[in-house]
């Protein structure tokens, strides 16, 4: 499978804190996304980084990609309560179809 | 409201009943996809639809088919259902092949088959 895994699987903080996971892939990627769910609802897209990329940034997010290492990381800042959720990456190596990773599920407590 | 919406939210099905789940978009996307979730699995790629009457097998197409005559809707046919198809089901879109990677997803179907 070409899925994507991200480690740790579930992780808890206290609000305030930050927090770091991360996804590995198996193949060559043209972009890698990250994706949050809120328990039972639809995902929602934070960011895309693309493969010659290797930072991003969005408010308080921060991704990195090393394709050397076919790894990201995905570190929220001042993580607040709002912040718990499901956070999956999302790779495509083939250009059409995707791959989502298994998820890290983030607790953070008030 | 841009939005992705599935009909129905919630379905308890019998084994061999056909069934179909309905997915409509709003937002003049071109790019279409269908996803399920089960637990320790993540999220996998069911059929996907770069544009009407265009669609393409993702990981997991077995059990399924698909058909995009209207660009805004992508409906998921289950023609005899099986246990195994139980799962959350997400419909999502995106507004081009280019711009395919951002993609909205609906609120999600959870369906039962016994």
Known sequence: SQQGEEDPQALS?????????????????????????NSGRGLVHLILIRSNEREKHSGRLRVTLDTSKKSSSLLITASRAADTASYFCATDPTGNQFYFGTGTSLTVIP | EAQVTQNPRYLITVTGKKLTVTCSQNMNHEYMSWYRQDPGLGLRQIYYSMNVEVTDKGDVPEGYKVSRKEKRNFPLILESPSP??????????????????EQYFGPGTRLTVT
Do not use: D, P
Not at chain 2, 84 to 101: K, V
């Open chain 1, 13 to 37: 903080i206290q609000e305030g804190e930050n927090a770091t996971m991360n996804c590995s892939y198996k193949t060559s990627i043209n972009n890698l996304q990250w994706y949050r769910q």
């Open chain 2, 84 to 101: 195994n198809q139980t799962s959350l089901y997400f419909c999502a879109s995106s507004l081009s092949a280019t711009h395919r990677y």
